[in-house]
Nanobody
Framework: QVQLVESGGGLVQAGGSLRLSCAAS?????MGWFRQAPGKERDFVAA????????YYADSVKGRFTNSRNNAKATVYLQMNSAKVEDTAVYYC????????????????????WGQGTQVIVSS
């Protein structure tokens, strides 16, 4: 049974930092993060290969967010720096064993497993 449990969400002021964690019941899957703001579609944020050697980011977070993982702890992290009000959303951890990073990994429909989500609110 594949399980993903996010934590670390909360309230942060614009310009501040927050770190999200995602504990998985496995360590050999590619993993990533999506987010969904009220009334908007679910958008890709970041992804990381199972080895941690490759990372991918949406343009909107590139240079501010860092996706990392610790396979010994089966945990993935999303370090959010220089937070903006527009980063406010529910953040979802995702995982997939076979996703290809050469195409469509930024589509939420390509990821098989999802966490329950954690709310991030950035205040101005």
């Amino acid at each position: 049974q594949v399980q993903l449990v996010e934590s670390g969400g909360g309230l942060v002021q614009a310009g501040g930092s927050l770190r999200l964690s995602c504990a998985a019941s496995f360590s050999s899957y590619h993993m990533g993060w999506f987010r969904q703001a009220p009334g908007k579609e679910r958008d890709f944020v970041a992804a990381i290969s199972w080895s941690g050697d490759s990372t991918y980011y949406a343009d909107s977070v590139k240079g501010r967010f860092t996706n990392s993982r610790n396979n010994a702890k089966a945990t993935v992290y999303l370090q959010m720096n220089s937070a903006k009000v527009e980063d406010t959303a529910v953040y979802y951890c995702v995982a997939d064993q076979f996703i290809s990073f050469s195409s469509n990994y930024y589509s939420y429909q390509r990821w098989d497993y999802w966490g329950q989500g954690t709310q991030v609110i950035v205040s101005s």
